[in-house]
């Protein structure tokens, strides 16, 4: 669980409620049914027209990243391809095909299937750079449905202002109607704001920091992969990939 993320999450909200008070505000002033809608659909509708189907389930179903984000132990990332290299040296490249069947990461257990086979290291590295691009494109693609919510959500929240304060004119002879027009008009823009700047855009960006740590992940399995391929020496190898710890 990010913990940091949560509580960014209650303190930004925290402050905007706790700054409406302290204003002399209410609370229920900002909730707004008809604002929230016109964002929130005119921002979702947005996104949903410029994006693949695709890449918007994978953009949605990768929000949980923020909060349970993947676990990228490196440490005992470089054990494991030590204890591969130890294998290899002592009983050859078959020596780690019980590995591979054990493998629950596709990566991982693709590119060890084609160490075990006797891939030449070249095809092994070009093989794995390919996953590794197209991973990052299918991940980064996914990821900027936020960014693209973060650009939507402000410019809605002004439609929304503006459909308020037309309300606003047809009704100036019936005051009445004045103060729910109004509201509208300035909590649309307070939504479309709010939600861009301590949402969406803090989203987009936590997934990229994921997307990048993940893509180091994978270049330092291709690293340690290729140079078991190669039958470096494991002490040679474990000052290699020493630069991949964090």
Do not use: C
């Not at 490249?93 to 069947?101: C, G, I, K, P, T």
């Not at 084609?114 to 693609?141: C, Q, W, Y």
């Not at 103060?179 to 509208?184: D, F, L, Q």
């Amino acid at each position: 669980m990010d913990k940091i993320s949560i509580f960014g999450v209650l303190l930004g909200l925290t402050a905007v409620i706790l700054g409406q008070i302290l204003e002399g505000g209410h609370v229920a002033s900002l909730m707004q049914a008809t604002a929230f809608l016109i964002v929130t659909g005119g921002t979702l509708g947005a996104v949903m027209l410029q994006t693949r189907q695709d890449h918007f389930i994978a953009g949605v179903k990768m929000v949980k990243w923020v909060f349970i984000p993947p676990q990228h132990d490196f440490k005992k990332q470089l054990g494991v391809l030590l204890n591969w290299s130890q294998q290899a040296r002592r009983g050859g490249l078959l020596a780690l095909e019980a590995y591979v069947q054990s493998e629950k990461d596709i990566f991982v257990k693709r590119a060890l299937q084609m160490v075990v086979d006797g891939a030449e290291p070249e095809v092994i590295r070009r093989a794995m750079e390919l996953d590794i691009d197209s991973f990052e494109d299918r991940a980064r693609s996914a990821a900027k449905i936020w960014e693209a919510a973060g650009g939507y959500s402000p410019t809605i929240g002004i439609i929304g202002a503006v459909m308020g304060l037309i309300h606003v004119m047809e009704n100036l002879t019936d005051p009445s109607k004045l103060g729910a027009g109004i509201a509208v008009a300035f909590v649309a823009t307070i939504y479309g704001v709010a939600m861009a700047n301590l949402l969406f855009l803090p989203i987009a960006h936590k997934l990229k920091q994921h997307i990048q740590t993940e893509i180091k992940r994978r270049e330092m399995l291709l690293e340690g992969l290729v140079a078991i391929a190669n039958g470096e020496n494991p002490r040679v190898l474990e000052n290699k990939l020493a630069g991949f710890l964090p």
